[in-house]
């Protein structure tokens, strides 16, 4: 679910909620609850699922350089070692 529609999903239950008098001004309650939790939202600085896993991927990618960096310094360490007996 994009942000939009999560948002306009959230407003829209929200002003569901409202007693029966309320919802008369259904539509600009709507409103005022996607601006204020868009609004709040932007300011908790989140990322979409697809930054997620696209950085998710990237981390996995970055272990295994890591992992086969590491195995190939203890290789050379062993041979480092070898060669000054």
Same mark, same amino acid.
Do not use: G, Y
């Given at each position: 679910?994009? =942000?939009?529609?999560?948002?306009?999903?959230?407003?829209? &239950?929200?002003?569901?909620?409202?007693? &029966?008098?309320?919802?008369?001004?259904?539509?600009?309650? !709507? &409103?005022?609850?996607?601006?204020?939790?868009?609004?709040?939202?932007? =300011?908790?600085?989140?990322?979409?699922?697809? !930054?997620?896993?696209?950085?998710?991927?990237?981390?996995?990618?970055?272990?295994?350089?890591? !992992?086969?960096?590491?195995?190939?310094? =203890?290789?050379?360490?062993?041979?480092?070692?070898?060669?000054?007996?």
């Amino acid at each position: 679910m994009d =942000k939009l529609n999560f948002l306009n999903d959230l407003s829209q &239950k929200l002003s569901e909620s409202l007693p &029966k008098s309320l919802q008369v001004l259904k539509k600009d309650i !709507e &409103k005022n609850f996607h601006v204020v939790l868009q609004n709040a939202f932007n =300011k908790l600085d989140l990322v979409t699922r697809d !930054e997620f896993d696209a950085q998710t991927k990237v981390l996995a990618r970055s272990r295994k350089k890591i !992992e086969a960096l590491e195995a190939k310094v =203890k290789e050379l360490e062993k041979l480092a070692k070898t060669d000054k007996r």
